[in-house]
């Protein structure tokens, strides 16, 4: 039991409770930037998530500095890789997010209506 | 070498460099074309290097350093196969978008450059993550390419693109980081080592990503976003994205299966369903582009399934997905293309296509290609894959494929026919621009190019010509010629193929002496009639040529690919020599259909056969154990839709009575017999087991209710050519059930009813179609009194209908002899009972064909034509030689047939002696018949002159001598609802019940498909709730 | 009703998928061996004393070549889109003018702002840090910028050549390291220099100067995008 209180569960639970409420909000919500930012939940969510599994036990940032000498770098620190993702895929989330807004704003000026039920020309 | 790394770097630096060059967007544009040609290069020079050599992949350690510590790209021959592929395709899917991209300017280039790219990093990539990241780049770029023609639709539709694909991608990532966390490594190969499968968790991971995957490749039903895509995008998009962005996605598939390999089967499933599904909702689509969307998705099934089935297909996986995908490749971005060229919103108008008419061809091709036609190579693939499932006894797959190519079939050809006849005369001019038009041609000469290539891998297909293909190709090169050069020269070939191959056959194989003669020979005479028309005819001999070709090669075949490469063949021609009639649009469409679904069934019983006796020669067949019945069956139903048995007919009176006038003959007195021919080999092949018995009186049964049924509608028909028409199916009947009597007589009877059937039904389909140019009609009650106009013709007519009706002294005669020894012998007396009323029945509409035209009252409008055309009538009159030869001397032919047929059947031979031919039951002399009949009939017609020398001669409108008013035929004319009464008493037997049967299996998919395509309300939530609902549901299906 | 029922009952099948995840997730008492590798071998082979500079631009440096791509189409298409809208319509400004503070704190601020940006890209490689923070850092003052006078013009010119400029020189190094070093991204073709040093790690500081400028541009361009479409909305 005591592994679901330490840092690492709890930061990737909060993970995956961020990325339910932007899935809800993506199914759920009519309004189109509602389901962007339901989409920017998800991704945050994700990103935690992925920064939680690079935790190692009693490590710190993987950075060799006086804190942590070149020997004994393998016992002390974090997983760099994760970090090293999640630097990418907070950067893809933000030009999907960009490029969502920017069809949003399109979308907008054409019909000015930001409910997704309006935009149901193409069907069947 | 030019290490791959350069892809990247030269797309990637160019990509970047664009913005140095402000405006200039013609500059930009050659950049971006120079640098795509330059992609081309490499992956070519890699393509040509690993096609030489066997040797190890090469491995591209990008950072320096060997995987798992740093992301590697590999390049080996399936990665420069498929860059190659891409790369090509973007190299002229950008020449295509040449204008829209200098209009749209240097932003859109580069967008464009960056979607190749990324799409060519897929492909090469060996990590996930890695994978992850070009994915999106893809997914991005394409969200951009979308909007290169900004419009009401392509915004939306990019939005539900956007939300779709990031939902898809978030799966991707999620699973890949757990991967990572559950194996340690992100480098494909080492994860797929790691078998994650087995760990707990792990395994959700791996189902996460290979889900995306899948998801990636829209299936059926989480696939709305992209339908909406591929209707609204620029149709030179909507061919990336079904072309390469499909291909690419398959094979990252392929790549990522070994770290989920517990996918393989659902993906099976998963595959076939959305095959089957989006083919199904194609039928309901009237846009072009969501049509081809549809049957995109269809083909991304198919071949999501054929990776699903690696495990299965063994060896030959590889050449089934290879020529599958390409075909889907080449024909669907060239349709896309095609489309982007005329600019419709409805498939009704693509019959503006025909004011360029090479680009109808290429449309042909490109649908040939996605139904599986030889000698394109999905024809090759298909064959193979269902080879293989039957070898490992995958039924359910082998008939869920067949069921969803039948259906792709149905639109396709709708959408062919539409093309071929609908009247574009309504719809604009347009210019054909060579940027847009030379990628369009380049994927059809590559599509045909590959299946020459596939044909080579295949095994059972070395006894092959490809000469008479070549020979085509020639006729078709020179169809701007007059019409006399294509002809002579057409006549030339087939007469230079009969020498070939008629004397040897003539000493070796008599059955195929007689079936190729029936062919060739046929063949060149229909072909004679054909002086008689105008102009250019354009497209006429290629098609008649390729029907012939196939009628050839199915005589020459010795395994059953050969023989079902001939046979699509023979199809495919005569499809289109069908579809030549002024108003025969459907009739083709539902010839086509009754065709295809033929072919599957013989597919299918093929590949059954191939799975016992793991062979592909004919004779096979023989060796058959298990399962005898079902094979016999599924190839005798194959084999009857081209004999138009009762149930299988309804394509064929409109289909015959609409064609151009010598083209009845060739589809009515040549290609029926390609059935007749299949069903021998069949029998002889099957006929020793005793399995077959009971199935071969039924056969027996249905042939005398075809002949029956066929012979009353055609009493009761006003059409001449339809009159023959019905004849025909029930002379076929009569074939049949010769056929399935199964002894020495009833063979000998169909024998030589085929032959018979060929000769006289040629004399009459001629001869009517002949007519039938000069008085402009098919309607027997607009036409009357002919006789003294065409004498020559109703001497043709006269003989023919003798030789039909079976009345002495003609070889009909013969027939009705051989065959009632054969009823007797055989005890089958009510089927034979049937038949002999069905015979009495073909004297009423034989005596109302040639009454009706030649007798009674001329017509106005009719006082001036002339007689039938010269070109009609020479190979009329030599037919009519051959009736006289077989029935004044029938022993030299049926010599040699009891000869032949004692192979099979030793008992029960005709003894001869002379001309006499003697059976258990009683002896007939062909000869004496004839002369006896010869010296009364003489006799006869010599006292009749004598009496009426006093004779009064009666002018037409001496009406004190002539009880008709020749005025409104309609209703005067004897011939207009004649035998009302018999239609009265006996008219239910023919009531187009069979008819209404097909129409209510239409109806009912069609509302199937209608009901089903609800699903997609267009609302781009929607689309979300079913990808995740996809999502669960396959989970809880999984674990 | 019954359509939230089943939204809710498909919320709860994706919470039982992900669930299996976050049961079976345990933490991690020590590095699995590839990160061992890296922290190990990183500061020999690269160089760098932050280890996630080294897997970022190095041993995944062909990952972040793809992620600057990603920013660089993503600023592509939305520039498309507003040069749709630039030459639809002839635009109309009515906005609000921004409050004095920020005005006047902006002048004091953005320089700072872009001074701190680019000390963190150009300290990637020792601390945490790196192109994409200090790229990001620099688009904040340019939305402060942006806030500050929304009137105000960016030389489109200038970003497109800055962008295009990074760019090239972030493949360029990728493909010195091809010839000159032992791979495409490899970043020893410049001395490695001591660990710790800001003259260190190769070729890292270079790219990471480039990424930062890149990244800057890209999301300024980004930002100067929406703008101009919102002064029209």
């Known amino acids: ?124 | 070498m030019v290490n791959p790394i350069h892809i990247v770097s030269i797309a990637l630096g160019v990509a970047f460099a664009l913005g140095f060059l402000g405006k200039r967007d013609k500059l930009s544009l050659g950049l971006v074309l120079s640098t795509l040609a330059g992609m081309v290069a490499i992956s070519a020079g890699w393509f040509i290097h690993f096609l030489n050599s066997s040797v190890e992949p090469l491995q591209i350690f990008t950072g320096g350093f060997k995987p798992p510590f740093a992301i590697n790209l590999q390049m080996g021959l399936a990665e420069a196969t498929f860059t190659l592929l891409i790369n090509v395709a973007g190299f002229l899917g950008a020449i295509y978008l040449t204008k829209e991209l200098l209009k749209t300017g240097k932003n859109m280039m580069l967008i464009f450059l960056v979607f190749i790219l990324g799409l060519n990093v897929m492909v090469m990539t060996r990590d996930l993550f890695n994978l992850f990241v070009f994915s999106e780049i893809q997914s991005i770029a394409l969200a951009g390419l979308i909007i290169l023609d900004p419009n009401r639709k392509s915004i939306p539709s990019g939005f539900k693109y956007v939300i779709a694909t990031g939902l898809i991608s978030s799966f991707l990532l999620l699973g890949t980081v757990f991967a990572y966390y559950f194996s340690g490594t992100l480098n494909i190969d080492f994860i797929s080592q790691a078998s994650l499968q087995y760990v707990k968790g792990g395994a959700v991971a791996v189902f996460m990503v290979i889900l995306a995957v899948i998801l990636e490749l829209k299936p059926f039903p989480a696939n709305g976003w992209a339908l909406d895509v591929y209707e609204s995008a620029h149709p030179g998009i909507g061919a990336l994205v079904s072309g390469i962005a499909g291909t690419t996605s398959l094979f990252v598939l392929y790549k990522l299966i070994p770290v989920a390999p517990f996918i393989s089967d659902i993906l099976i499933t998963l595959g076939l369903v959305s095959f089957v599904a989006s083919n199904l909702l194609g039928l309901s689509q009237t846009n072009p582009n969501r049509l081809l969307g549809y049957s995109s998705i269809g083909q991304l099934g198919l071949l999501s399934a054929t990776i699903g089935m690696q495990q299965l297909l063994g060896d030959k996986f590889i050449f089934i997905a290879l020529t599958i995908l390409i075909s889907h490749f080449f024909a669907k971005a060239g349709l896309f293309w095609l489309s982007g060229i005329i600019n419709r919103d409805d498939i009704k108008d693509w019959a503006m296509l025909r004011k360029k008419p090479i680009l109808l061809v290429l449309f042909g091709v490109f649908i040939f290609s996605l139904i599986g036609f030889p000698p394109l190579p999905s024809f090759f693939g298909k064959w193979s894959l269902i080879m293989e499932l039957s070898a490992g006894n995958q039924y359910m797959l082998v008939t869920s494929i067949l069921i969803g190519s039948f259906i792709e079939g149905i639109y396709l050809f709708r959408w062919l026919g539409y093309a071929i006849k609908l009247d574009f005369s309504d719809l604009p001019e347009f210019k054909l621009n060579i940027s847009k038009f030379l990628p369009t041609l380049t994927w059809g000469i590559l599509l045909i190019a590959t299946g020459v290539v596939a044909s080579a891998e295949m095994e059972g297909l070395s006894g092959l010509s490809y000469w008479p293909l070549i020979f085509i190709a020639f006729i078709y090169l020179i169809d701007e010629l007059p019409i006399y050069i294509k002809n002579t020269l057409s006549i030339a070939g087939l007469a230079f193929y009969s020498w070939l191959t008629l004397p040897e056959l003539y000493y070796t194989d008599m059955l195929r002496f007689i079936f190729m003669g029936i062919f060739l020979i046929g063949g060149i005479l229909t072909l004679i009639a054909g002086y008689a028309y105008k102009g250019k005819r354009r497209g006429f001999y290629p098609v008649a040529l390729i029907m012939y070709a196939g009628l050839a090669y199915i005589i020459q075949a010795s395994t059953t690919l050969e023989f079902f490469f001939g046979w699509e063949l023979m199809t495919a021609g005569s499809y289109f020599l069908i579809i030549r009639g002024k108003k025969s649009i459907n009739h083709a469409l539902s010839y086509m259909l009754f065709s295809i679904g033929g072919a599957y069934a013989i597919l299918a019983g093929f590949g059954i056969t191939f799975a016992e006796t793991q062979s592909m020669l004919i004779a096979s067949l023989s060796q058959l154990s298990n399962m005898v019945p079902l094979v016999f069956i599924l190839l005798a139903i194959g084999f009857m839709t081209k004999t138009a048995s009762l149930g299988l007919h309804i394509w064929l009176p409109g289909a015959h009575a609409e064609a151009e006038s010598d083209v009845s003959p060739m589809v009515s007195a040549i290609l029926l017999k390609a059935g007749v021919f299949g069903l021998l080999l069949l029998m002889i092949a099957m006929g020793n087991n005793p399995q077959i018995a009971t199935i071969a009186y039924y056969l027996g049964w249905l042939g005398a209710l075809t002949a029956l049924v066929g012979n009353m509608a055609a009493a009761f028909q006003e059409d001449a050519k339809r009159l023959l028409a019905y004849s025909s199916i029930a002379q076929l009947g009569y074939i049949l059930f010769a056929l399935a009597m199964m002894s020495h007589l009833g063979w000998l009877t169909a024998m030589y009813y085929s032959i018979n059937h060929f000769l006289y039904k040629a004399i009459l389909f001629l001869t009517i179609g002949a007519v039938v140019l000069k008085v402009g009609t098919h309607s027997m009650y607009k036409m009357g009194g002919l006789i003294k106009n065409m004498p020559l013709a109703f001497i043709a007519v006269l003989i023919g209908i003798i030789a039909l009706s079976g009345v002495p002294p003609l070889s009909g005669f013969g027939g009705k002899w051989l065959f009632y020894n054969a009823v007797i012998d055989k005890h089958w007396y009510f089927q034979g009972i049937i038949v002999f009323f069905s015979g009495i029945v073909a004297f009423l509409y034989l005596y109302k064909l040639i009454y009706s035209i030649f007798l009674g009252q001329l017509k106005d409008n009719l006082r001036h034509v002339t007689d039938i055309s010269l070109w009609f009538a020479i190979p009329i009159y030599i037919l009519i030689i051959g009736i006289m030869i077989i029935s004044a001397k029938p022993e030299w032919l049926l010599q040699p047939l009891g000869k032949m047929i004692s192979q099979w059947y030793p008992n029960g031979a005709l003894a001869w002696n002379g001309g006499l031919a003697t059976s258990t039951y009683g002896y007939w002399n062909g000869n004496g018949v004839m002369i006896t009949i010869g010296i009364m009939f003489t006799t006869i017609l010599i006292w009749l002159i004598v009496l009426s020398r006093k004779a009064q001669k009666v002018k037409q409108f001496n009406i004190v001598y002539a009880a008709e008013a020749p005025q409104r035929p309609e209703t005067t004319h004897q011939s207009y609802n004649m035998y009302a009464g018999y239609n009265k008493a006996l008219g239910w037997i023919v009531a187009p019940k069979i008819t209404e049967f097909w129409n209510m299996m239409s109806d009912w998919i069609l509302s199937l498909a209608h009901f089903t395509r609800l699903i997609y309300n267009g609302n781009g939530q929607r689309y979300l709730i079913y990808i995740l609902g996809y999502f669960v549901i396959i989970y809880f299906l999984v674990f | 009703m019954i359509k939230k029922g089943i939204l809710l009952l498909l919320l709860a099948g994706f919470v039982v998928v992900i669930s299996n995840l976050i049961i079976n997730f345990s933490g991690s008492s020590e590095l699995n061996p590839l990160a061992r590798y890296y922290a190990e071998n990183g500061p020999t082979e690269v160089g760098a004393a932050n280890l996630v500079t080294a897997v970022v631009v190095t041993y995944r440096g062909f990952d972040t070549l793809g992620e600057v791509t990603i920013l660089f189409i993503a600023a592509a298409i939305v520039g498309f889109f507003l040069k749709i809208l630039n030459s639809n319509n002839n635009r109309t400004s009515s906005l609000r003018k921004p409050s004095e503070i920020l005005e006047t704190a902006s002048t004091l601020l953005v320089p700072t702002i872009f001074m701190l940006g680019t000390y963190i890209f150009i300290n990637g490689h020792l601390t945490p840090g790196g192109g994409f923070q200090g790229g990001a850092v620099i688009a904040t003052g340019v939305m402060m910028i942006i806030l500050a006078r929304p009137t105000s013009e960016f030389n489109h010119k200038l970003l497109s050549i800055l962008e295009a400029i990074s760019g090239i020189g972030f493949v360029l190094m990728g493909v010195l390291g091809l010839i000159l070093a032992s791979g495409f991204l490899n970043n020893a073709f410049l001395p490695l220099g001591k660990l710790g040093n800001i003259l260190s790690a190769g070729a890292i500081p270079i790219i990471y100067v480039f990424i930062g400028i890149k990244v800057g541009s890209e999301l300024t361009s980004i930002l100067n995008s929406l703008k101009e479409n919102q002064n029209e909305v």
Request: aromatic share 8%.
């Open chain 1, 1 to 124: 039991m005591t592994q679901y209180l330490s840092v690492e569960f709890i930061a990737m639970l909060t993970g995956f409770l961020l990325m339910v409420i932007g899935v809800w909000g993506i199914i759920s919500q009519k309004n189109l930037l509602k389901i962007v930012i339901g989409f920017s939940l998800f991704d945050t969510g994700l990103n935690i998530v992925i920064v939680s599994l690079s935790y190692v036990k009693n490590s710190t940032a993987p950075i060799l500095d006086k804190a942590v000498e070149v020997s004994d770098a393998a016992s002390k620190i974090a997983d760099p890789v994760p970090q090293a993702l999640v630097l990418t895929s907070i950067v893809i989330g933000l030009g999907v997010t960009a490029l969502m807004l920017a069809y949003v704003m399109r979308m907008f000026r054409e019909k000015k209506s930001l409910e997704i039920n309006s935009y149901n020309e193409l069907k069947w």
